[in-house]
């Protein structure tokens, strides 16, 4: 119940293609949802989070989109760029306190 | 300001041996976190501190690993005859408050290399 399924492994886009990356969850007292971005040799940074009462949140080309009946969340990087590329992990908290339970990362790769 | 510290950046030990891994948090932080990430895998928490309170524990995968922290600043991870399975990158993290809504700010991780 404290697992969040992350998919896909792994990505390869094309510049200003768009990046779509999908996770899972079925503890419904999780009520935070980051995402995190994480460079090689870097800790994880936090990107953009949402909270389950709004089903989209955007922030600049990223949005995060939500749909808490299906307990599911996605992320979406628009014009993607070779900067973009990275490990993205999503997350989840507030069941449990305030640690965070991680999906097992996405690797994207923008093409250039 | 400066952000979350981690040292050393990597750690080669072997089997058996033990080994305590040091955290700075962003001064004025109450929280701080541990997590363990295993090559190619998500994150793993395994303990908490907030303010004065109590540690959350309960990620700790086994006796063998214990932390501490003083006050509201460095924070030690110290596992204790290091096995194989203990190879990661280990992660601290601190935030303002300890509620969900926080930003965790991530130090850059100690790579622990079990032989």
């Known amino acids: 119940q404290q697992q969040v399924k992350q998919s896909p492994q792994s990505l390869i886009v094309q510049k200003g293609g768009i990046s779509i990356i999908n996770c899972a969850y079925e503890?419904?007292?999780?009520?935070?949802f980051p995402w995190y971005q994480q460079f090689p040799g870097k800790g994880p940074a936090l990107l953009i989070a949402?909270?389950?009462?709004?089903s989209e949140k955007k922030e600049g080309r990223f949005t995060i989109s939500f749909n808490k009946s299906a307990k599911q969340f996605s992320l979406h990087i628009m014009d993607s760029q070779p900067g973009d590329s990275a490990t993205y992990f999503c997350?989840?908290?507030?069941?449990?306190?305030?640690?965070?339970?991680f999906g097992a990362g996405t690797i994207l790769r923008v093409k250039s | 300001g400066a952000g979350v510290s981690q040292s050393p950046s990597n750690k080669v030990t072997e089997k058996g041996k033990d080994v305590e891994l040091r955290c700075d948090p962003i001064?004025?932080?109450?929280?701080l976190y541990w997590y363990r990430q295993r090559l190619g895998q998500g994150l793993e928490f395994l303990i908490y501190?907030?303010?004065?309170?109590?540690?959350?524990k309960s990620g700790l995968p086994s006796d063998r690993f214990s932390a501490e922290r003083t006050g509201e600043s460095v924070s030690t991870l110290t596992i204790q005859r290091t096995q194989q399975e203990d190879s990661a990158v280990y992660l601290c993290?601190?935030?303002?408050?300890?509620?969900?809504?926080?930003?965790?700010?991530f130090g850059p991780g100690t790579r622990l290399t079990v032989l």
């Open positions: 501190f907030q303010g004065n309170s109590a540690p959350d």
């Open positions: 001064s004025g932080h109450t929280a």
């Open positions: 503890n419904t007292a999780f009520d935070y």
């Open positions: 997350a989840a908290s507030g069941a449990y306190g305030n640690k965070l339970v």
């Open positions: 993290a601190s935030s303002l408050v300890w509620t969900p809504l926080n930003e965790q700010f």
């Open positions: 949402i909270r389950p009462d709004v």
